[in-house]
């Protein structure tokens, strides 16, 4: 008999825990499967206010749809993971996941215990992962033009935006690109009604109320004030005091003292990330000292890097003069824009850097071109820190075919959970074939023949003939270390997911 206060009647029994958390991971998989690949479609999202978003970025289509369910949470916490990380590969994880749980599920339906595919889904993951370790490609001197081959795919076959990539990342270099602090894709600024430029250089999106006539600084000195230079806003209740007043006015001779400081150093440029007294802000205009604040700090962060500044707070101003120099920077030339009101920061005595200025006719256009450039910098940049390995789903195919006799070494039902990592190895490619309007089944036997017979490692096909292709003599390469951390970030969640046994209701 049922009793009302069973603690368990809101439960959901094992395999309906199950189903229920792999129904909600495909239905995430559905929004973004049909957009991968070169002949990937985009996808319209429409908010409750009718504002739309076009795009077929993985990671920006399921950051605005809208979803409660945990697990589908859960799925779409790493994909925002990957991209913070890695910055690309966010739809090919959803949807290696979403292999990933089918598989499982048939074997668990078939009465294979959960843990076993879970060990023997880590044992495939791990092996699969050795063998992109073994096959990946280093950028050298010898194979540099590589890099605008992953730039152009990257940037989904764009080569205004793969151009403009690959001369950032020459102009910022490889001891930069390969520095763990640095993100190319941090470089991609847009604009909408400009032009897309790329120059060595930062950019202060803020209209200075002074600025030469000439809009040019050479030779600029550059000081950063991470703080306001003005008298804190408690003591304007002093005011009502003659003690005060007196206080008051003392602070502000101070503050006046610290701009003519600053007028004395022959600063050229003052950055500031937020106000500045209006009668300090006249002694260092009198002084020829252009004055910009108001900031944000991630573009202080910019400068401060590139020129060699050293950020500082205003009560760092009581230093001596001798003492104050050593924060500040240098930059070559320092241009106005008066079209756009920005500040061009170029050229700067500190670490190299650069700015890819990404811009189109309308603002829709121009974020969904920023985001291309986000994802091609992102790829670019991995491909020169962790080498590359053929693209276009060979190596996912190569790598199932290894699997398949690796499986024989096994003994026991882990055997199932290595059957599920090759079966998903195969998904994004099956998925890129079908988004390009060919029989994905019978491609694949086709592509897996030719493997098996003509002994080359990465074939695919040409996605608009459908002619079969080995990918590395045409030069289609994707970042290794991206394809790793998807196969490492689908293999979490699935075993997160495969580890829930009940969903229970809990208290409101």
């Known amino acids: 008999m049922r009793s009302n206060s069973n603690d ?53 289509i399921l950051s605005e749809i809208n979803t409660s369910h945990p697990a589908a949470r859960l799925l779409i916490n790493a994909v925002m993971s990957q991209e913070k990380e890695v910055g690309d590969g966010t739809t090919t ?14 074997m668990a339906e078939l009465g294979v215990p959960v843990h076993k595919i879970i060990e023997g889904m880590k044992r495939g993951i791990s092996k699969a992962i050795e063998i ?35 001369r950032a990342a020459e102009l910022v270099g490889r ?21 897309s430029r790329v120059f060595n250089g930062v950019i202060i999106d803020k209209e200075p109320p002074y600025f030469y006539e000439s809009g040019t600084m050479d030779k600029a000195k550059i000081m950063i004030l991470d703080d306001y230079l003005d008298i804190d806003e408690s003591m304007n209740e002093l005011l009502k005091s003659e003690t005060g007043l007196s206080n008051y006015l003392e602070r502000l001779e101070i503050i006046k003292s610290w701009a003519e400081k600053i007028v004395m150093m022959k600063v050229d440029l003052l950055l500031c990330d937020r106000g500045i007294n209006q009668e300090a802000m006249q002694i260092l205009s009198d002084g020829n000292v252009c004055v910009v604040d108001q900031v944000l700090n991630s573009q202080l962060q910019k400068v401060s890097r590139h020129c060699g500044c050293k950020m500082l707070k205003k009560s760092a101003l009581h230093k001596s003069t001798e ?75 190569y790598i ?3 699997l398949e006799k690796y499986r024989e070494e096994i003994v026991g039902m882990e055997k199932y ?10 998904k994004p490619f099956l998925q890129m074939v079908e988004n ?17 017979l003509d002994g080359k490692k990465f074939l695919s096909i040409d996605f608009q003939s459908g002619d079969i292709k080995d990918m590395e003599l045409e030069e289609i390469f994707d970042p290794a270390y991206v394809k790793i951390s998807a196969l490492k970030k689908a293999e979490e969640i699935s075993k997160a997911i495969l580890r829930i046994n009940l969903i229970l209701r809990g208290k409101k």
Request: aromatic share 4%; proline share 1%.
């Open 8 to 60: 368990f009647e809101n439960s959901e029994p094992r395999m309906s825990a199950l189903n229920n958390n792999i129904n909600a991971v495909n239905s995430t998989v559905s929004a973004v499967k049909g957009t991968l690949g070169p002949q990937g479609l985009d996808c319209m999202i429409v908010d409750d206010y009718g504002n739309a978003i076009i795009t077929n970025d993985g990671v920006t």
């Open 93 to 106: 994880l959803t949807i290696l996941t979403g292999a990933l749980l089918d598989s499982a599920q048939k």
């Open 132 to 166: 992109i370790e073994a096959e990946r490609l280093d950028i050298t001197k010898e194979n540099s033009h590589l890099m605008k081959r992953v730039a152009y795919i990257s940037a989904r076959e764009d080569e205004e935006i793969s151009d403009l990539i690959c």
């Open 175 to 195: 001891e930069m690109l390969s520095s763990d602090g640095f993100r190319l894709s941090d470089c991609v600024e847009a604009m909408e009604g400009t032009k």
């Open 323 to 397: 003492n104050l120099e050593k924060y500040c920077g240098m930059a070559d030339k320092v241009d106005y824009d008066f079209e756009n009101e920005q500040i061009l920061i170029k050229a700067g005595h500190g670490e190299p850097y650069a700015t890819i200025m990404i811009s189109s006719s309308t603002g829709e256009i121009t974020r969904e071109k920023e985001r291309i450039a986000k994802d091609a910098a992102a790829s670019l940049q991995f491909a020169i820190k962790d080498g590359i390995v053929a693209g276009g789903g060979a190596l996912e195919i």
């Open 400 to 402: 199932s075919t290894l």
């Open 417 to 426: 959970g290595f059957d599920c990592v090759i079966e998903a190895l195969k």
């Open 436 to 452: 390009s309007g060919f029989n994905s089944l019978e491609i694949l036997e086709k592509v897996i023949a030719a493997v098996k």
